[in-house]
Nanobody, 125 residues
Framework: VQLVESGGGLVRSGGSLRLSCAAP????????VGWFREAPGKAREGVAC????????YYSDSVKGRFAVSSDNAKNTVYLQMNSLQPEDTGVYYC???????????????????WGQGTQVTVSS
């Protein structure tokens, strides 16, 4: 079972991108789907998570108000809409899935069983 991210690319500061996370052959219903990013020289950061069972969401302070996570059950896909992008948003973005969104100490933890391969997002100034 593999998660497939898409939608990354190069965008100017202030622009938008929408990332997709698809799970061919694996239902994302009633799961927690998280989004992480990893910038060069920095630790991986959990930025958003959608818990499909209760439709609860999590956003890190760094993206709150700019990013939005949503799902399309018919397409078995979770999206990360990223608006007002800034150069500091640059990195490889990964989606991950497990039974819930493991938020511990106010942060999304990497306690996910399945991960995608990542998609590059580059924001130019």
């Amino acid at each position: 079972v593999q998660l497939v991210e898409s939608g990354g690319g190069l965008v100017r500061s202030g622009g938008s991108l929408r990332l997709s996370c698809a799970a061919p052959g694996f239902s994302l219903d009633d799961k927690g789907v998280g989004w992480f990013r990893e910038a060069p020289g920095k630790a991986r950061e959990g930025v958003a998570c959608l818990s499909s069972s209760d439709e609860d969401t999590y956003y890190s302070d760094s993206v709150k108000g700019r990013f939005a996570v949503s799902s399309d059950n018919a397409k078995n896909t979770v999206y990360l809409q990223m608006n007002s992008l800034q150069p500091e948003d640059t990195g490889v973005y990964y989606c991950a899935v497990d039974w819930s969104c493991p938020v511990v100490g106010g942060a999304l933890r990497e306690l996910f069983g399945r991960w995608g391969q990542g998609t590059q997002v580059t924001v130019s100034s």
